[in-house]
Structure formats: structure tokens, C-alpha cells
């Protein structure tokens, strides 16, 4: 089964950190870019941030650039978001997913999500 | 950057075809992928491409593209398929995904 899987959410304070993991199988995960996208509860859907198979491309929404930091293990099948300065505007659900297209720099869209992790920034 | 506009809401009458749309001036270039969001669950794609669709999703989901606008159309539509939907495309102006924010489709 092909299947994404977020942990590492929590409460945490404005302007502290907090690292996003996500675990996946059932695919070849190095032959996939990689995104997180979050929604905060009775809203939309906010891309966050995208990472190529290769990581030849890493790119971010205007939102958390120069504060939060993609990064992927091919060889531990894993994702991750490292998020720092944190701000109340930061909370919501964050997805994982994998995208459509197979070995491409470009993004595409998500095939596969994870459940979500929640972030509550609050003090 | 790009934008994409959807209706925020649709009704359509249990077993009518309910068309969902998106609009933004990066479908004239790059395809839309649609996503279904039932309330508590994540979202799930239905659509991608010029007309695709994942496995297991019911072929009364279609996709179409004309001009700068993107259609979700739903033959027949059924009580399980009352969701929000999205779209998404790529940006045209730097390698980010895009979403519109969403439409509520309710079966009467």
C-alpha cells in the first residue's frame, strides 16, 4: 500500500522551532518529489513547500521562506520541515503527499497525502 | 503569483451532472489536478492531466481545459460525493504548486 505518514506536530510558542517528519512506503521514494501543504481547520489548502527527487529543485511559498526548511533521506524513505520563528499564523494541519509525476524537477501536484500533523503555535 | 478561483459553493440534484470549475492564468498553460476533501479526512486526488484518473476513482469523474479555465465534472453524481473539491496547477512564475480555494459541492 502506497501511504505517506506525518508525525513531529505539537504546541509550541511563537518564535520557537519545531521539525515535521514524514515516513513512506509502498513507492519508490527517491523517484518522487515531495511536498507539504497545510490547512488551517474550515479553510483551504496552502502549498508550503516542494522538494524535487533529486533535490536539485527546493522551493517555498512566499508565506515561510527563509524561516522553515525542506529536506529528504532517500535512503530512510523520509520528509522533513524544519520550521523556525515560528508564528500563531503557522497553525494548522500539515500534510505530506507525494507528488504525480515520476523523476521530475517540476511539481505537479500530490498523488498520495498522509493524515496531517497538527502545529499550534500559541503561548 | 498565479491565482485560481473557484465558485465557493455548488448544489446539484442526486444523479444530475455538476460541473465545478477553476480559473487562473496558469491553466492556459499547465494542466489542473483536482482533489476531493471529505470532512476529517485528507484530501484525495481525483483528477490530473489533460483527463486522468488515479485508480479507483469512479469514471463518472472527468476533467477538461478551455482557455484559462478548468472543469471537474461529476456524470451522475452521487450522495458520497458531496465534499469541497480543489484545484491545483503549477505557478507560472516559480516552481510552486497553486490551490484554489475550494468548492463545496452539496447533493440535494
Known amino acids: 500500500e502506497v501511504q505517506v505518514v506525518e508525525s513531529g506536530g505539537g504546541l509550541v510558542q511563537p518564535g520557537r522551532s519545531l521539525r515535521l517528519s514524514c515516513v513512506a512506503s509502498g513507492f519508490i521514494f527517491g523517484d518522487y518529489a515531495m511536498h507539504w501543504v497545510r490547512q488551517v481547520p474550515g479553510k483551504g489548502l496552502e502549498w508550503v513547500s516542494g522538494i524535487s527527487w533529486n533535490s536539485a529543485n527546493i522551493d517555498y511559498a512566499d508565506s515561510v521562506k527563509g524561516r522553515f526548511t525542506i529536506s529528504r533521506d532517500n535512503a530512510k524513505n523520509s520528509l522533513y520541515l524544519q520550521m523556525n520563528s515560528l508564528r500563531p499564523e503557522d497553525t494548522a494541519l500539515y500534510y505530506c503527499?507525494?507528488?504525480?509525476?515520476?523523476?521530475?524537477?517540476?511539481?505537479?501536484?500530490?498523488?498520495?497525502w498522509g493524515q496531517g500533523t497538527t502545529v499550534t503555535v500559541s503561548s | 503569483s498565479s491565482e485560481l478561483t473557484q465558485d465557493p459553493a455548488v448544489s446539484v440534484a442526486l444523479g444530475q451532472t455538476v460541473r465545478i470549475t477553476c480559473q487562473g492564468d496558469s491553466l492556459r498553460t499547465y494542466y489542473t489536478s483536482w482533489y476531493q476533501q471529505k470532512p476529517g479526512q485528507a484530501p484525495v486526488l481525483v483528477i490530473y492531466g489533460k483527463d486522468n484518473r488515479p485508480s479507483g476513482i469512479p469514471d463518472r469523474f472527468s476533467g477538461s481545459r478551455s482557455g484559462n479555465t478548468a472543469s471537474l465534472t461529476i456524470t451522475g453524481a452521487q450522495a458520497e460525493d458531496e465534499a469541497d473539491y480543489y484545484c491545483n496547477s503549477r505557478d507560472t512564475s516559480a516552481n510552486h504548486l497553486v490551490f484554489g480555494g475550494g468548492t463545496k459541492l452539496t447533493v440535494l
Open positions: 503527499g507525494k507528488d504525480i509525476k515520476v523523476q521530475s524537477n517540476y511539481y505537479y501536484g500530490l498523488a498520495v
